[in-house]
């Protein structure tokens, strides 16, 4: 697994950072490949990426009708709903660029039960990736954010999904939120079969998973007590784009220069 860590002095510089990759790393997927296949993260955080690729100068330097996008975790909401992650993606980027609708797949999390919508998604991915089981879909890129509390997607701390082995999406119950919402969430093997994928962290509160993800060990039953901690491609890229104050616990070898691990 390759692995690359960028710390930028602000959450702008970092936003900047990951836009110039994403649009380097699709144009590279698409000299090679018809399509690309994108899930995105929720969240405030990638907010400001996504208002940047629907500006110039990144807009037009991407083959937007060869993207096709999809999401790593949805709360239980309609899509106009505040905490909607589609919604967020929506306003902020997908209205203003020339994507194509079929392209998009919204995570249908607030249809139906929520098992039932878990299942519906899987089937959506499986049918586009043309992964039946035991396979799993593979995206070309994969973006997450981290919680304060080191979860990834929608797995959380001590969370029963985190051991799920065979389905692709699981419902997630309220209680395992802090804010309190049902979810639907894509699951660890899926995003360990990701191409390329992008941490995209900033803030002071979340120095402390930073760190431990990045320089912690193992926990005392020798397992990886943060989510984040596990993720690991099986055969992809690993990039982790912070801003300044979420990097201020790492070593300073770390720190001061950016390393190509
Ligand atoms: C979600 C996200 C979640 C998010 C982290 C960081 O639906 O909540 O997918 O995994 O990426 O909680 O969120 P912030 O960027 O808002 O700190």
Request: glycine share 0%; with cysteine.
């Given at each position: 697994m390759q692995m690359q860590t960028v710390v930028s002095e602000t959450p702008e510089a970092l936003a900047h950072s990951v836009a110039v990759y994403f649009t380097e790393k699709v144009n590279e997927i698409l000299n090679d490949q018809e399509s690309c296949s994108i899930a995105l993260s929720g969240g405030v955080t990638p907010h400001l990426v996504f208002s940047l690729l629907a500006d110039e100068p990144y807009k037009s330097l991407?083959?937007?009708?060869?993207l096709y996008f999809f999401w790593g975790d949805e709360r239980?909401?309609?899509?106009?709903?505040?905490?909607s992650n589609f919604r967020t993606a929506w306003e902020g980027m997908l209205y203003r660029?020339?994507?194509?609708?079929?392209?998009v797949y919204r995570m249908p999390a607030d249809q139906f039960g929520s098992d039932e919508a878990a299942q519906a998604y899987e089937n959506t991915l499986r049918d586009f990736f043309k992964t039946p089981p035991p396979g799993f879909p593979r995206f070309d890129l994969l973006f997450l954010g981290m919680g304060a509390d080191g979860h990834v997607a929608s797995l959380f701390p001590g969370s029963g999904t985190l051991d799920e082995k065979s389905r692709c999406v699981v419902p997630v119950p309220a209680d395992e939120d802090p804010q309190k919402l049902a979810r639907l969430t894509l699951t660890l093997p899926v995003l360990n079969h990701a191409r390329n994928v992008l941490f995209v962290v900033q803030g002071s509160n979340k120095a402390w998973a930073v760190k431990t993800v990045l320089e912690g060990n193992r926990g005392a039953k020798g397992g990886w007590p943060l989510p984040a901690q596990r993720i690991q491609p099986l055969e992809g890229s690993l990039h982790w784009f912070l801003d300044r104050t979420a990097a201020a616990s790492l070593s300073l070898e770390r720190e001061k220069h950016p390393v190509e691990a």
């Open positions: 991407i083959a937007w009708d060869r239980c909401v309609p899509p106009e709903h505040p905490e660029v020339p994507v194509q609708a079929d392209h």
